[in-house]
């Protein structure tokens, strides 16, 4: 992976946003660098990018010289005792789905931005909460100061096709509580996301190729 691939893989993303029907000047692409070292987040960096996000707390702390003004997103699933370790690092939590692990954000990181995750496909391996609880969740991680921005949700595996019922239930939701964000859609599925609205994309594959195995980690 060199600079200049990812330079051109963006742009072969941002023409799929355009097939899609979306348009690239409105959806925010976060560079996924999970799995890969700094020099991912220095080609996205070159390539234009300002947004990275990133899976696990050890790897980011790792990691942690190269993000410099980037906006760093956390996305993977967080146990509340890893919030510490990476609260100075993150702009923006986009894996808050339970009230445990707002709780401890608003301790570490006071008046930090965050989404809401919903599970929109009761797939027990997702990380989420369920639809019928996000408003009340968006209620109460206001009621502790943080910024909640949007929604954001991992798409039902599988099929792309079987995955827009889940993206469109994740947009009305956001329009029913008046939240502009919509983190949606991957690299496998996501023209069904920027179908159904989404606002930002979280990509990794398509920019940067397949993540190197990780056998500490099983994936
Ligand atoms: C890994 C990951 C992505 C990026 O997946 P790709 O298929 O490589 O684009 C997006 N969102 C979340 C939550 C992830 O864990």
Redesign the pocket.
Known sequence: MTPLDVAANLRVVRDRIVAAGGDPARVRVVA?T?GFGPEAVEAARAAGLDDV?E?YAQEMLAKRASFGDLTVHF??RLQTNKVRLVAALVDCW??VDRLALADEIARRAPGARILVQVNVSDEPQKGGCAPSEAGELVRRCRDLGLVVSGLMT?GRTGDPDAVRPGFALLSGLADRLGLPERSMG???DLEAAVTEGATMI?????LFGN?PPDPSRGN
């Open positions: 996924v999970k996000g899976n996305i993977g986009q894996s991992v991957m690299t496998h979280r990509v990794g594959t398509a993540r």
